[in-house]
């Protein structure tokens, strides 16, 4: 997954706060929605050019913050931050997952079923 951040090397804020600020930012504004698995910290270094400690530093911040879950080796994904319906949301989506998977249904098709049911008034 691409977060598409940019990092700018002239600014006075430092690049962890970049990214911080940055991932906090879609975060917050939907952008990143509840559930999303983000890059690891080598592969977003290497996306944005700077160090892992740089990206490590940021997610552990954001994990603090209750922004980001850290689930092993399963990776980083984003947190509820103590948001309920979207939590609800998520687990539901999960579990559409699984049943469409257990039916043998390609994603793009439990896709396009979500999109159709999305659509109805």
């Given at each position: 997954?691409?977060?598409?951040?940019?990092?700018?090397?002239?600014?006075?804020?430092?690049?962890?706060?970049?990214?911080?600020?940055?991932?906090?930012?879609?975060?917050?504004?939907?952008?990143?929605?509840?559930?999303?698995?983000?890059?690891?910290?080598?592969?977003?270094?290497?996306?944005?050019?700077?160090?892992?400690?740089?990206?490590?530093?940021?997610?552990?911040?954001?994990?603090?913050?209750?922004?980001?879950?850290?689930?092993?080796?399963?990776?980083?994904?984003?947190?509820?931050?103590?948001?309920?319906?979207r939590a609800r949301a998520a687990e539901a989506a999960a579990e559409y997952v699984d049943?469409?998977?257990?039916?043998?249904?390609?994603?793009?098709?439990?896709?396009?079923?979500?999109?159709?049911?999305?659509?109805?008034?």
């Amino acid at each position: 997954m691409t977060v598409r951040l940019r990092i700018d090397p002239s600014s006075s804020v430092p690049p962890f706060e970049q990214v911080r600020n940055g991932l906090a930012a879609r975060i917050n504004d939907g952008r990143l929605p509840v559930g999303t698995k983000l890059p690891t910290v080598r592969a977003l270094a290497a996306e944005l050019g700077i160090a892992p400690n740089t990206v490590a530093r940021a997610y552990r911040e954001l994990e603090a913050a209750g922004l980001l879950d850290t689930r092993g080796r399963a990776g980083t994904f984003v947190s509820a931050q103590g948001d309920t319906t979207r939590a609800r949301a998520a687990e539901a989506a999960a579990e559409y997952v699984d049943v469409t998977d257990s039916l043998g249904l390609s994603r793009k098709e439990a896709l396009k079923i979500v999109q159709a049911a999305l659509e109805q008034d």
